[in-house]
C-alpha cells in the first residue's frame, strides 16, 4: 500500500529535550515536506526536500532541522523543543517528475506537545 | 507577499445546499492553486486543483471558479452531504512546486 508513514503519531516532551520525529515514504518519491498545524493558521511549510541531499527551509524553519540522506526518509529534528513547537505535524511527499500538478500525499500528522 | 487569505472560517449547510469557499492570493508568481480535505485524525488530501490558464474546473461535485485578475479562488461543492463535513483548505504554489502556502481552513459542517 502507498503510504507516508510518520513515527511517533503522539508524543509529550520537555523544554530542550532533542527529539525526531521520523518520516518514511514508499512510493519512491522524490519531493518531501514537513507542516505544522496550528489552529487559525492552517498548514505552514518547515523544510522541504526535492532530492536526496538537498533541503531547503519554508515559511517557518527556525528551530527545526532535517535531513535527506535516503530518498524514503526525512526526519525533522527538534535540537532543544520550546513550548511554541507544541502543534500537529505533517510529513508529505511528492511523485517523482517533480510537476507541481502531481498529486502530495500527507501523512497521518504527529501531535507534539512541550511542556 | 506569500500569504492566502480565506473565508469563512467557518460553515454551515443543509444537506443538498451548496457551500461556498473563499480565497485569495497577492504573489502574482503563484501558479497553482490545490484545494486539500482534511477529516478529523487524518492528513490533508488533495481534492482538485487548477492553474491560472482556466477560469472554472469541475470534479464530480466539486468545482473550482479561478479569477486571475481579482487574485481570488474559489470552491463550490454541489449537492453537499454529511459525508463532505470536513476541514477545506486552499493552497498556492509557485511553478515548480517547491514551497506551498496554505490558507488557515474552513470547517464545514453538512447538516442532514
Known amino acids: 500500500e502507498a503510504q507516508v508513514t510518520q513515527n511517533p503519531r503522539y508524543l509529550i516532551t520537555v523544554t530542550g529535550k532533542k527529539l525526531t520525529v521520523t518520516c518514511s515514504q514508499n512510493m519512491n518519491h522524490e519531493y518531501m515536506s514537513w507542516y505544522r498545524q496550528d489552529p487559525g493558521l492552517g498548514l505552514r511549510q518547515i523544510y522541504y526536500s526535492m532530492n536526496v541531499e538537498v533541503t531547503d527551509k519554508g515559511d517557518v524553519p527556525e528551530g527545526y532541522k532535517v535531513s535527506r540522506k535516503e530518498k524514503r526518509n526525512f526526519p525533522l529534528i527538534l535540537e532543544s523543543p520550546s513550548p511554541n513547537q507544541t502543534s500537529l505535524y505533517f510529513c508529505?511527499?511528492?511523485?517523482?517528475?517533480?510537476?507541481?500538478?502531481?498529486?502530495?500525499?500527507f501523512g497521518p500528522g504527529t501531535r507534539l506537545t512541550v511542556l | 507577499q506569500q500569504q492566502v487569505k480565506q473565508s469563512p472560517q467557518s460553515l454551515i449547510v443543509q444537506k443538498g445546499g451548496i457551500p461556498i469557499i473563499n480565497c485569495a492570493y497577492e504573489n502574482t508568481a503563484f501558479d497553482y492553486f490545490p484545494w486539500y480535505q482534511q477529516f478529523p485524525g487524518k492528513g490533508p488530501a488533495l481534492l482538485i486543483a487548477?492553474?491560472?490558464?482556466?477560469s472554472e474546473k469541475k470534479e464530480g461535485r466539486f468545482t473550482i471558479s479561478f479569477n486571475k485578475s481579482a487574485k481570488q479562488f474559489s470552491l463550490h461543492i454541489m449537492d453537499s452531504q454529511p459525508g463532505d463535513s470536513a476541514t477545506y483548505f486552499c493552497a498556492a504554489s509557485g511553478n515548480y512546486g517547491q514551497n506551498f502556502v496554505f490558507g488557515p481552513g474552513t470547517r464545514l459542517s453538512v447538516l442532514p
Open positions: 487548477i492553474r491560472p490558464d482556466v
Open positions: 508529505a511527499s511528492r511523485a517523482p517528475s517533480g510537476r507541481v500538478t502531481d498529486t502530495q500525499y
